[in-house]
C-alpha cells in the first residue's frame, strides 16, 4: 500500500490555483441558478483596485478588464495565480466598461464616448474613438454586446431624459460607429421598487451582461447594491439585493460560455479589489 503526503505549500498552490470560496451564513436571497452568498473570491492586486469593467475570454479561460482611472487594458488569467498583462489604450479618462466583438475590443467613458481598438502585438494597439451624439449631462457606466441586434447598448447610470420610473438605454452600431438617435428601450423601476421592498428608488446600473444560454439580461447596481434580471428589451422579471459584505463596490459583470457569473468589485477601500466567481447551480434549458 501507497501513502500520499500532502505537503502544505501543495495545499496552499492549489488554493491559490483554484481561488478561494466564501462561507457565509447570509440571509440575503439567492438568484434562481446562483447562490450570490458564497461566490469563489480572487483577490487582486493594488493596481487592479479599480476595475470599472470586465469580460470573459473564452479562449484562454481569463478575463479582459480596465481601470476606471486610466487606458490600461488588462488580462488576468484566474487560474494561473492571478497572473496579468497589460497593454495602454489611451490616456487617462474614466473608462467604466468593456465589449469585445470579434477581436475588436469598445470601451465605454462615463459622458458615452466609446473608444475602440485592436491588440496587434505585445505592446502595440491601434485606436479609434466615437463621440457621442447626445446633449446635456448625460452618465453612463454599463455597455454590453448583444448578439442578436448586433449592437453595444449603453445603459444610462444618470441621465437628464431619466427620472425614478424609469431608465433609458441607447444603442451603437460597430459595423458603421453610429448611435442610435432615441432610445432602444426603457426599464421601469417600479417592478425593481416591489421585488426589492423599496419606494421610487433612483437606480444606478454599473454594469450588465447578457446571459450565454438563457439570453436574458443581468444588471448589477453597486450604489443601490442589488443585482436585476430582465429580457433583451429591458422588462424587469427578477431583482434581489445583493449583501454589501460580500459585494461592496460591484463594477463588472461578464459570464462563461457555460453560464458561470463573475462580477467585480472594486476595493472601496476594504481590502483588495476582487473578482468573485459564482458557479450555476443547475442546468438552464
Not at 475588436?104 to 496587434?120: A, C, D, R
Not at 433583451?232 to 457569473?261: C, H, M, N, W
Request: proline letters at 6%; glycine letters at 4%.
Amino acid at each position: 500500500m501507497y501513502v500520499f503526503k500532502i505537503s502544505a505549500g501543495f495545499i496552499l498552490l492549489l488554493i491559490l490555483a483554484l481561488g478561494c470560496r466564501q462561507k457565509t451564513k447570509s440571509k440575503y436571497p439567492v438568484l434562481p441558478n446562483y447562490d450570490l452568498n458564497n461566490p469563489y473570491t480572487y483577490n487582486l492586486r493594488d493596481e487592479l483596485d479599480e476595475i470599472s469593467g470586465m469580460v470573459y475570454y473564452p479562449k484562454d479561460t481569463s478575463v479582459f478588464a480596465i481601470n476606471d482611472e486610466n487606458g490600461l487594458l488588462y488580462k488576468i488569467f484566474l487560474r494561473k495565480n492571478v497572473q496579468v498583462m497589460k497593454w495602454t489604450f489611451a490616456k487617462d479618462a474614466d473608462f467604466e466598461d468593456i465589449a469585445l466583438v470579434d477581436s475588436t475590443f469598445y470601451v465605454l467613458q462615463s459622458n458615452g464616448n466609446i473608444t475602440s481598438f485592436k491588440v496587434l502585438t505585445a505592446d502595440s494597439v491601434v485606436v479609434d474613438k466615437c463621440k457621442r451624439p447626445y446633449e446635456g449631462k448625460n452618465e453612463f457606466e454599463s455597455m454590453y454586446y448583444d448578439a442578436y441586434y448586433k449592437v453595444l447598448v449603453l445603459i444610462c447610470k444618470d441621465c437628464e431624459i431619466d427620472d425614478k420610473k424609469g431608465i433609458t438605454a441607447w444603442s451603437f452600431d460597430p459595423a458603421t460607429h453610429k448611435y442610435s438617435d432615441t432610445p432602444i428601450y426603457v426599464i421601469k423601476t417600479k417592478p425593481i421598487d416591489q421585488m426589492l421592498g423599496v419606494q421610487k428608488e433612483k437606480f444606478k446600473p454599473s454594469a450588465a451582461a447578457i446571459h450565454p444560454i438563457t439570453k436574458e439580461l443581468y444588471i448589477v447596481f453597486s450604489v443601490n447594491k442589488a443585482i436585476v434580471i430582465a429580457d433583451r428589451s429591458g422588462v424587469v422579471k427578477f431583482a434581489v439585493p445583493l449583501d454589501p459584505l460580500i459585494y461592496k463596490q460591484p463594477e463588472g459583470i461578464t459570464f462563461t460560455p457555460k453560464g458561470d457569473l463573475l462580477i467585480s468589485n472594486e476595493s472601496a477601500e476594504t481590502g483588495p479589489g476582487n473578482i468573485l466567481v459564482l458557479k450555476q447551480k443547475s442546468t438552464v434549458p
